[in-house]
């Protein structure tokens, strides 16, 4: 049985929707980790595509009742992963996770207890070859690009966060988010037990990661951020990122949260730079 030997207090919960090609592929990656955590499947679009797969490999299969949307799966996935588990990772059904993510996730929260995120670099994910950064292979065939420049300018904006001794600050914290969401949402673990129920109370449809991340840095707590890309994440037409884009909302929600954060005109000025970032989904996803 895998409770008799996957770690006690980390656990992997996958918000599957619709019917991903990707799905098996993220199961395999969680499945294969040094340091094995529980894995969780939520869904409020249950289908036999869903319940094959949790069936195959033995995954507890959680439902939702309800209409979909991302607040309200990932909050679900989030309380029912709390009730278990001390440290949650909300994992996105169309990326894959490096061998030692959760291995790394447990050394950062035994160095750091007062840990209420954990997140790493990622590196994008398309299609063409089939092999992870880690040796990984996977059946359906990717290509993994490492060197874009939204990817560096990310992980510029998260160095204050290299600095733990001072990351439990507020304003360390808020320095990697508002030039913009730095910090890559699959990547994310949290901790249940420090955070509790208020997470995702955002009324975005798509920046709402980014709300709630400054919404978690004025709150006590550290961010640990390891500048290693332990997630692949993966961009693909069928991403919601990309429907965000299409229609607009991805735009509207950024835009909107500069105004919170910034006079209109510096606002402006970041939006007309931030945009760049949606190339990645318009050249070939």
């Not at 990932?74 to 490096?98: M, P, S, V």
């Not at 030692?100 to 035994?110: H, P, R, S």
């Not at 290299?162 to 808020?174: E, G, L, M, S």
Request: proline share 4%.
């Amino acid at each position: 049985e895998r409770g008799s030997w996957v770690n006690t207090i980390h656990a992997f919960v996958i918000c599957a929707f619709g019917k991903s090609p990707y799905l098996e592929n993220c199961i395999r990656s969680l499945l294969r980790q040094t340091a094995p955590s529980e894995i969780y499947i939520a869904t409020s679009t249950p289908s036999e595509h869903i319940r094959r797969l949790a069936r195959k490999y033995g995954l507890p299969l959680w439902v939702r009742q309800g209409e979909s949307g991302i607040r309200e799966d990932w909050l679900f996935a989030w309380r029912e992963g709390g009730n278990r588990k001390r440290l949650i990772t909300i994992a996105h059904q169309d990326d894959c996770y490096c061998r030692d993510y959760a291995k790394t996730v447990l050394a950062m929260y035994e160095r750091y207890p007062d840990m209420t995120l954990f997140c790493s670099d990622y590196v994008t994910l398309k299609t063409r070859e089939s092999r992870m950064a880690d040796g990984t292979y996977y059946p359906v065939q990717t290509r993994i690009c490492a060197g874009d420049l939204v990817r560096l300018v990310k992980k510029l904006l998260r160095l204050p966060l290299r600095f733990r001794f001072y990351a439990n600050r507020t304003w360390v914290k808020k320095s990697a988010l508002i030039f913009g969401n730095s910090i890559c949402c699959p990547s994310c673990t949290y901790n249940y037990s420090l955070i509790g129920d208020h997470m995702f109370d955002s009324g975005y449809s798509f920046a709402l990661d980014w709300e709630n991340l400054l919404s978690l840095a004025e709150r006590p707590g550290r961010f640990v951020c390891v500048e290693e890309p332990l997630i692949a994440y993966r961009v693909h037409s069928g991403a919601a990122t990309k429907k965000c884009i299409e229609d607009h909302r991805r735009e509207a929600d950024e835009a909107s949260m500069f105004r919170k954060l910034w006079p209109d005109w510096m606002a402006s000025l970041l939006m007309r730079f931030y945009k760049q970032s949606y190339k990645a989904y318009r050249e070939d996803s």
